[in-house]
Every structure is written in C-alpha cells, then in structure tokens.
C-alpha cells in the first residue's frame, strides 16, 4: 500500500509520519529485531521517540498490546465535545452503540456558554433532551447592535425573523454536555484516553489508537470530533485551520439577585473590538470579548492575566460590562484564538477510507453568527442517517457499503457548513473593521441598512432532518 493511497499512513500526535503502520498480530523475526533494537535504547519511530512523549513504547511493544486487545469496536469517537456527545446520543438513539475517547478526566465546559438557534433545538428535539434544556434556559427574544457608546444601530425582535419565530436560547456548556450524556449508556465515554496516535491493520482493516494511557483502542470506523486542532484531521491530510486575526475570551457572570440585562443577544461594536452579552438565566450573564490580534497568543492561560488584558480592552465600552467582568468567576474565563478552514469540494479529505469528521475538526469556523456548536450537533443527525443503517443491520459491515455512507454525510454537511463558515467570516470582516473611516460607514450605513434579519438568521433556519426511523432502519 502507498503513502499516496493512503495519506498519513500513521502520524503522530506531533504530525511527523512512522512509517510502516501495517500491523501484524505476532511477533515475526522483524519485530524480535525491533525487541532487541529497543533494549539497546533505539525505539526505532519518530512518534515514540519524541523526548517527552509519555507513550514511549516502541512498534514491538505496541503490537504486544493489541494482542491482548482483541475487540475491534464498530465506531470510535474521538473526543467528547458537543459533536462527538451528539452523534454518540444519535446513534445510541437508533440502536448503535459508540466509544467515546476524551482526553480529559471530566465533560470539558471551556466557553462557558453558547448560542443555540433554532437549528440546534431541532437536533436537540431529535436527540430527545430539548425540553430538558428549555427549562433551565430563557428565550433570547431580539438582537441588539450597539457602538461602543451603547448607541443602537440596529435592532429587531426574533419573533419577526423571516421564516417564522427563531428560537434562541443561550446554554451553560456544563449543563449542554451533561444533558447530552446522560443519554448515553453508562461506559460509552472514555475519559483520561487521549488518542495520541493512529494506524490501520490494513488498508481497510480496522483502525489502531494508541492512547496516552498506554491502551490501544481498535475500531472498524473513526469518527475525528476532537476539536479545532484534530489529530484525526491531521493524520488524513487536511490543512490546519487558519486564523482569523482575532482571539475571543469568554466568560460567565454570576448575579446575586436577578439582573437587569435584557434578554437579547447585544453587542457592543467597537474598532477591532466587540463586545457581545446574552442572559442564561436570570441570574447569570454569558459574555464574551472578541479583539483583532495580529499573531495568536496561547490558547490557555492564568485567568488572573486574561482579567487583566480583558480590562484594558473595556477601555470606551460602556461601565456596565466592567461591573460584568467584576461578577465573573475566574474558572469561567477562557481564551481562544479564532480559526476556520474553508473545505473547499475536492481540496479537502473530510472523508476517507472508513473515517470521517464532526464539528470543528471537520468544519471549524468563526464565531460570528454562533452556529459552530449548532452545526456540530447538526453533524450528528446527518450522520446518524448516513452510517446509522449500515451499522444497525448489524454483522460485519462491508468497509465499502461504510465509505459510501461516510462519502454521503461528508458531501451534506460540507455543502451546508461551507456556506455558514463563509457567511460567518464575512460578517466578522465587517464587525471586526478597525479603521476609523470605514468604522463609520459601517455604523453610520452598512449596520443600519444592509444588516437584515435575513443576514444574521438565514441559517437558523436550517433543518437537520429526524433520525431514521429504528422500526424501518431495522429491516
Ligand atoms: C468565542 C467563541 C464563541 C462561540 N460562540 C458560539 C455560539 O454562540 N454558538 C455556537 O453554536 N457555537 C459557538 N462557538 C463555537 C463552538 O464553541 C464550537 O463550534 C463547538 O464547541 C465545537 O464543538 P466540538 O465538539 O466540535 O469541539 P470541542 O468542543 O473543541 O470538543 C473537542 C473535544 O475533543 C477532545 N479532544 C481533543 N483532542 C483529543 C485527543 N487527541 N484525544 C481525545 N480527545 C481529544 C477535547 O478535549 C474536547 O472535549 C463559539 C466559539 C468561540 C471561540
């Protein structure tokens, strides 16, 4: 099998390739080789011999492992983000068991919150928890564009979006992440399982993770959710996501009694600043801070030093956000550079041989019109009536019948997520503008006139579709 038939044959967490990744099940004369290799203190592959790599085990090793490993698993997620919690939840729903493998020891939370339109309630309905989360999170009833002086430049109320009333509500990621795997049967989620390297058997044979725990996990079908930064994205190939030459920092306010913010989506449109604030409830305010940054700093930091920098950014914004950031806890605060990629059809290998992608591993985009969290459960809908009937007729799926069904769901979601990440990068273009002159064009004529309800809300009004029907699925 060729590198070229097969890209990222076995990559490393570190993205440098080991070459030869064809597995084999007993020890031949190579591997005793290798055995020997490894006593003299040569491990022989890029990967295991990185200093500081905590899985320092050689191939031979490895291979030691998998024979102990005997069960290959049909699907295995990586990470379990609200994409990779949702397609397990999907799946789980029409009669597929998953494995999820979290890096983390807990259900990560960092964001603190998220918008979710109506798009996502249509997941949300589908996947059987959205009442649940309804409950504990108030409509968001208008979007409100203020300058930085809190002048409105332009307004409107959600229930007049075109196509009927958008829901809008904003939820506390814990909570999201929580509800989601609470339908899921118990061991489905694998924490502390950071997948740190991939192989496969066989060109179409079942996948191999190596873990940072030192297991190996194998698997018929991958599915890379793990995030804006994927190894799985990696190993097939595809670009890194490219920075928009903005970082985000988000937080969550605390009120002691009920506060006064008003249930909309507002932001405060400063140059090369923004300032967005949505209730979550009645006494807690999600907000986040969106700045120009010619280079990325680093994705996390001491909260104390995000505090600092976030107050220096309040500089002209009206007083009531400092008294925000004051009611912030510091655990809520986090801080992220702002990524997309644009897969465009043909350039980008979104799917492959049995392994596909989800949520910002496969479509990472810009925060601009809150659909990057939404569009990742909406991966789960689509994949769940893609794959879902292949694996539910149970057996021993053919690897073709799973690439066919891999192919449809990457060409669907692509089509629908490419236009929401361009739409979304534009939009950012225009808030994030920082020369003055152009500063008042855009609040002065742009804002008021071209920025429509139809701009901001087209794509919440995206249908993900049901689940496939179990009883006809079954068949
Ligand atoms: C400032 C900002 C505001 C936003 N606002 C909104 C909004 O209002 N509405 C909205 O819908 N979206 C919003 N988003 C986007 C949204 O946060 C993301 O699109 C969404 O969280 C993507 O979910 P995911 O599951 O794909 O990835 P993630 O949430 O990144 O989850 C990936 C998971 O994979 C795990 N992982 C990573 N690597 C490995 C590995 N090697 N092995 C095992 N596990 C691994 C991680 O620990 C993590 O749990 C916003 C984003 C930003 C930055």
Known sequence: ???????GNMISNYGDEIPGSQVRTAPSKRERKLKSEESRGNSGNGCDSKPGNHHRQSRYTRLQTMDE????HD???VGAGLAGLAIAAAMHKIGVNSVILEQSSTLRSTGAALTLWSNAWRVLDAL???DQLRRMHPLITGIRMRNMQGELLKGFQLEESPGGHTETRCVERKILAQTLASVLPKGTIRFDSRVVSIARESESGPFQLALSNGSLVRSKILIGADGVNSVVAKWMGLAPARYAGYMGIRG??????EHSHEFALTQYIGSGTRIGILPTSRTRVFWFLVY???HPDAKYTDPKVVKEEMMGHLKGFPEVLRDMLDRTPM???SRAPIMDRWNLPGRAPVVQNCVSLAGDAFHPMTPNLGQGGCCAMEDSIALARTLGPVLVHGGNPNPRVISEALEEYAAERNRRTLVVTVISFILGFLLMIAFRPFVYLRDNYLLPKFFTRTTFLSQ???DPGQLPDTKTVAK
Not at 1 to 7: G, I, L, N, Q, V
Not at 69 to 72: A, E, I, P, R, Y
């Open 460 to 462: 919440t009004l995206y």
């Open 128 to 130: 059987g928890v959205g």
């Open 75 to 77: 699907l295995v997620i």
């Open 331 to 333: 655990e809520t605060l």
């Open 69 to 72: 490993t005997s069960q290959v």
């Open 292 to 294: 120009n940054k010619a």
């Open 252 to 257: 969550l306010a605390e009120y002691q009694e």
């Open 1 to 7: 099998m060729s590198k070229k038939e097969f890209p």
